[in-house]
T-cell receptor, first 114, second 112 residues
Framework: EAQVTQNPRYLITVTGKKLTVTCSQN?????MSWYRQDPGLGLRQIYY???????DKGDVPEGYKVSRKEKRNFPLILESPSPNQTSLYFC?????????????FGQGTRLTVV | DQQVKQNSPSLSVQEGRISILNCDYT??????FLWYKKYPAEGPTFLIS?????DKNEDGRFTVFLNKSAKHLSLHIVPSQPGDSAVYFC???????????FGPGTRLSVLP
């Protein structure tokens, strides 16, 4: 089954404790992206990647890191989480060579930083 | 500055009537537009899309209209059903970078 898998689905952590949210897709997509959803602000892009070893900042990259060492994986790293990073996070993937294709989303990761 | 705007945070419609959700964009490089639907506790799911070479695309109860000169698109749902109650995101993709840019969403409530 074609899917984007995020782990964990729920996470509660303390300020300053490094964490990683994993994202994996099995559709051989070149494009992957991370978004956060906050009330009233919709989906804001954190980072995106057009292919292996190619990453770019989105609208709200501060406090986040990503890596794209393999095509299927795009982990989101919070080196020192803070309470303002409490949010609902979504990973997405898509083809880049075909223009008229949609992005597929994971189920989301709800992160709480206390 | 937001490149994709959805100026109505919420919309309520009676069951059986038409729902019209609007979206405006500023980047003239966008040439592919999509609508996503999101239920609570789930990821957004693709609903319908339109290429910039068209002005209308229809899929069952859902129709998307594109007015390139006005940089405006709309999603029509006819007839609206209670199961359509969700948050709808408008998204755009540019031909150059091929990144996806999303609007802030409109929460649709279809009242029985």
């Amino acid at each position: 089954e074609a899917q984007v898998t995020q782990n964990p689905r729920y996470l509660i952590t303390v300020t300053g404790k490094k964490l990683t949210v994993t994202c994996s897709q099995n559709m051989n997509h070149e494009y992957m992206s991370w978004y956060r959803q906050d009330p009233g602000l919709g989906l804001r892009q954190i980072y995106y990647s057009m292919n292996v070893e190619v990453t770019d900042k989105g609208d709200v990259p501060e406090g986040y890191k990503v890596s794209r060492k393999e095509k299927r994986n795009f982990p989101l790293i919070l080196e020192s989480p803070s309470p303002n990073q409490t949010s609902l996070y979504f990973c997405a993937s898509s083809f880049t060579g075909l223009m008229n294709t949609e992005a597929f989303f994971g189920q989301g990761t709800r992160l709480t930083v206390v | 500055d937001q490149q994709v705007k959805q100026n109505s945070p919420s919309l309520s419609v009676q069951e059986g009537r038409i729902s019209i959700l609007n979206c405006d964009y500023t980047n003239s490089m966008f040439d592919y537009f999509l609508w996503y639907k999101k239920y609570p506790a789930e990821g957004p799911t693709f609903l319908i899309s339109i290429s910039s070479i068209k002005d209308k695309n229809e899929d069952g109860r859902f129709t998307v209209f594109l007015n390139k000169s006005a940089k405006h698109l709309s999603l029509h749902i006819v007839p609206s059903q209670p199961g359509d109650s969700a948050v709808y995101f408008c998204a755009a993709r540019d031909n150059y970078g091929q990144n996806f840019v999303f609007g802030p969403g409109t929460r649709l409530s279809v009242l029985p």
